[in-house]
């Protein structure tokens, strides 16, 4: 069995299967990863994203990333003073979280390694975004106050290694904002492990599983301080209204409305998790 790629623990276990790959489970910092674990190439990500992207553009941002801006703003307000105003989106695909940052009045910086979304942002979103990585920016001793990693750590082959170069590039006291897939979410009628989601929630899409366990473990190796690890509250992604709707063909009404509230604070009650996972993290030494 191959060695975890964050805590390298020799002893990994089989959690469960997707086609040809297996998932591998870490007994000491709970990771869950694939094998193989091979990233998809540039090209892939050309040919599975940029028409959805373009399908979006009009509403200048994702509506799924409404609940990642607000605690955004909210991590710039109660953890940056006003003068740490330096920005990185490592990652930043088309440049929705950019152009948030520029609003809050940042001084940020996009990169991606994929030239068409970049393009995007630069031309729709008009902000600043080049394509590159994180070993780019140490080269330059560029250095930042706040850094994002929005839906990017579940991609790469080397996720320790990858915060650690981003820790490279933060100032002394800077903070890390992640938001990436919860592996524990409820998902109603479906299940990650049984194969049931999306093409998108796999290999080679997706290489790592996230739970709060892994993901503030692996975050303490790579040399931050934790100070958020949480699940996005259950049903705040509005699946449970999308149940209703699509799979029980019950009408859009506010009879519905007042279920699906209902639904969401029994599941709340329960302990059930929502679709991701945030964790705000800063930088030490």
């Not at 940052?101 to 979103?125: T, W, Y």
Request: charged share 20%; with cysteine.
């Amino acid at each position: 069995m191959p060695a975890c790629p964050v805590c390298e623990s020799g002893e990994p276990t089989e959690s469960w299967r997707y086609r040809d790959y297996l998932i591998l489970q870490c007994p000491d910092c709970d990771l869950q990863f694939s094998h193989p674990m091979q990233g998809a190439p540039v090209e892939y990500y050309q040919e599975h994203y940029v028409e959805t992207i373009a399908a979006h553009l009009a509403n200048d941002i994702h509506p799924g990333f409404r609940y990642t801006v607000n605690k955004i703003k909210y991590v710039t307000q109660y953890y940056l003073s006003p003068d740490q105003r330096r920005a990185i989106d490592v990652g930043c695909g088309p440049g929705y979280l950019l152009s948030e940052l520029k609003q809050l009045r940042f001084d940020c910086l996009g990169i991606d390694f994929n030239p068409s979304v970049v393009q995007i942002a630069k031309e729709h979103f008009h902000v600043n975004a080049k394509v590159g990585q994180v070993e780019d920016l140490i080269t330059l001793n560029l250095h930042f106050d706040l850094a994002l990693l929005i839906h990017v750590l579940e991609h790469v082959e080397d996720p320790a290694g990858l915060l650690r170069s981003i820790r490279q590039i933060m100032n002394p006291g800077g903070i890390l904002f992640i938001d990436l897939p919860n592996r524990d979410r409820f998902v109603i009628n479906r299940s990650l492990q049984s194969g049931d989601l999306c093409w998108g929630e796999y290999p080679p899409h997706h290489l790592t599983f996230w739970s709060m366990s892994s993901l503030s473990k692996t975050l303490e190796l790579a040399g931050y301080s934790v100070l958020e690890c949480h699940p996005r509250p259950f049903g705040e992604e509005g699946q449970i209204n999308i149940f209703l709707t699509n799979r029980l063909k019950l009408p859009a009404c506010p009879p519905i409305s007042l279920l699906a509230d209902g639904l969401r604070r029994v599941g709340r009650m329960l302990g059930l998790q929502g679709e991701t996972l945030y964790a705000v993290a800063r930088r030490t030494g």
